[in-house]
């Protein structure tokens, strides 16, 4: 039942293949179907990242959520469909000076497929990240006109991280942290640690908690689309599609909550958004 329900609020009619190819399938109606969001962060409500908890708020209220969200709902599917898989913990590199080591506040997955590693990734809200095969090199492409690629640059442990993704493309097509060129840049950096349980309940309080941080202090939004991507922050919304970007700014909270609903698929009531310190 649970299955059924997921593949229902992802716009699946049936469950994809146990190959590449299905892998992908999912991990994009998935980031189509379930944005990407902070705000019961900003609504003063703590985030449950345990598997009831993530499917009641992401699937049965129709709701988003970040990484710890997306990705444990992600991984109790994958499992349910047959795919083995396991957390990994990443360092965040958009916007962080050459040479700072910021914490492991994003969590991404290594899923077995076809007998060898990929990494499946459905709670990234800087932009839409492809599962990509666990090889030096690896590169795929989306539909927003981005090219994505894995490389190894480092050893096991090591500070700078193991395994770098790194994307280059349209920066309109991203949640504006990017720099200001289409070029090759660095999106997270990770290794293969095993991952406890409670080292993602550290990760997840750390950034649902700690003051002055993206996610504390701003109230954020992203979704993939069919040929591009949609990002709010704060009032500002841009909408990419086919090379062209839109921005504009939300100022009336009934306007937001009806953006939240029918763009970024996330079903907040007018009165919790009224609620929210950005119209407060």
């Known amino acids: 039942m649970e299955l ?8 699946l009619s049936e469950a994809p293949a146990l190959d590449p190819g299905g892998l992908a399938q999912l991990q994009l109606a998935h980031r189509r179907g379930i944005g990407f969001e902070n ?16 499917f009641d708020k992401l699937v049965v209220r129709e709701r988003g959520g970040y990484c710890f ?5 992600y991984a109790d599917m994958l499992t349910l469909l047959g795919f083995e898989n396991r957390p990994l913990l990443a360092r965040v590199l958009l916007g962080v000076p050459e040479g700072v080591a910021p914490p492991r506040t994003h969590t991404l997955l290594l899923a ?8 499946a990734d459905a709670g990234f809200g800087g932009s839409f990240v492809p599962p990509l095969p666990l090889e030096h090199g690896a590169e795929v ?18 500070l700078p ?10 920066v309109s097509a991203t949640d504006g942290r990017s720099a200001p060129h289409g070029d090759w840049q660095a999106q997270y950096a990770f290794d293969l640690t095993q991952v406890a349980p409670d080292d993602l309940e550290m990760g997840n309080h750390w950034t649902s908690t700690r003051p002055d941080t993206r996610f504390t202090s701003l109230h954020i939004a992203s979704i993939v689309l069919p040929g591009g991507f949609a990002a709010l922050s704060e009032r500002q919304l841009t909408v990419y599609r086919d090379g062209t970007s839109e921005t504009r700014t939300i100022d009336d909270p009934r306007d937001y909550a009806r953006l939240l609903r029918d763009l970024f698929r996330i079903d907040l009531t007018d009165q919790e958004v009224a609620a929210l310190p950005l119209f407060g």
Not at 39 to 54: F, N
Not at 69 to 73: K, T
Not at 161 to 170: K, T, V
């Open 69 to 73: 969200e997306q990705n444990r709902l």
């Open 161 to 170: 991280g193991e395994w770098r993704l790194e994307r280059a493309g349209p």
């Open 112 to 119: 077995q497929v076809d007998g060898k590693p990929w990494i």
């Open 4 to 11: 059924g329900q997921y593949l229902g609020r992802i716009g």
């Open 141 to 158: 492409g989306t539909s927003d006109g981005a090219r994505h690629r894995l490389l190894r640059v480092g050893e096991p442990g090591s």
């Open 39 to 54: 705000l019961d962060i900003r609504l003063g409500r703590g985030i449950r990242i345990d598997g009831a908890s993530v």
